[in-house]
């Protein structure tokens, strides 16, 4: 459990609100001036219809006694249809070099996230299966800053909103 004052450590040092719409990943300088406002309006459309919060870690043990560390997010559906999914991706860094890529795809059930409604999730991952650049940031103590990337969202009558693949 050595990694457990580190994990500590990032939810201290990891930016505690972020939002979806805080930055996305840039452009390449080469994609067309259209794309890159059609994507600002996706993302204006992702930020309309959710709002995600980053609220630290925990961590704990699975039922085989195997370290685990939990990923806690708030969503709360802040537009009027239902999501039946909400799709982004966690990018953790330390000195501006990504040591983790968590990507989240999470469902909610039939009736989906109503508009208004808010939950908060645990997401699980096993300590072991955490890269090792992320394990030796987090036993440094170095900083660690999020980046969450609008992916998508699928709402309950089968319309999709696609931000970034």
């Given at each position: 459990?050595k990694?457990?004052?580190?994990?500590m450590a990032?939810?201290?040092?990891a930016?505690v609100?972020?939002?979806a719409n805080?930055k996305?990943a840039?452009s390449?300088?080469?994609?067309?001036?259209?794309t890159?406002?059609?994507k600002?309006v996706?993302?204006?459309?992702?930020?309309?219809?959710?709002s995600?919060?980053?609220?630290?870690?925990d961590s704990?043990?699975?039922e085989?006694?195997?370290?685990m560390?939990s990923?806690k997010?708030?969503?709360?559906?802040?537009?009027?249809k239902a999501?039946?999914?909400?799709?982004?991706?966690?990018n953790?860094l330390?000195?501006?070099?990504?040591?983790?890529?968590y990507?989240?795809?999470?469902?909610?059930?039939k009736?989906?996230l109503v508009g208004?409604?808010?939950?908060?999730?645990?997401?699980p991952i096993?300590?072991?299966?955490?890269p090792?650049?992320?394990?030796t940031?987090t036993?440094?103590?170095?900083?660690?800053?999020l980046?969450n990337?609008a992916?998508?969202?699928?709402?309950v009558?089968?319309?999709?909103?696609v931000?970034?693949?």
């Amino acid at each position: 459990m050595k990694l457990f004052p580190a994990l500590m450590a990032i939810t201290l040092s990891a930016l505690v609100a972020v939002q979806a719409n805080a930055k996305t990943a840039q452009s390449s300088k080469s994609t067309a001036k259209q794309t890159e406002t059609s994507k600002e309006v996706l993302l204006k459309r992702f930020n309309q219809s959710i709002s995600l919060q980053f609220l630290g870690v925990d961590s704990g043990v699975d039922e085989q006694k195997q370290p685990m560390i939990s990923f806690k997010y708030k969503i709360k559906n802040v537009g009027k249809k239902a999501i039946k999914t909400v799709h982004w991706a966690s990018n953790f860094l330390s000195d501006k070099k990504l040591v983790l890529n968590y990507d989240i795809p999470v469902n909610f059930n039939k009736k989906g996230l109503v508009g208004g409604q808010e939950v908060q999730i645990a997401l699980p991952i096993p300590v072991a299966k955490l890269p090792k650049p992320f394990i030796t940031a987090t036993n440094n103590g170095s900083k660690i800053d999020l980046l969450n990337v609008a992916k998508s969202i699928t709402y309950v009558d089968g319309s999709r909103l696609v931000v970034n693949k």
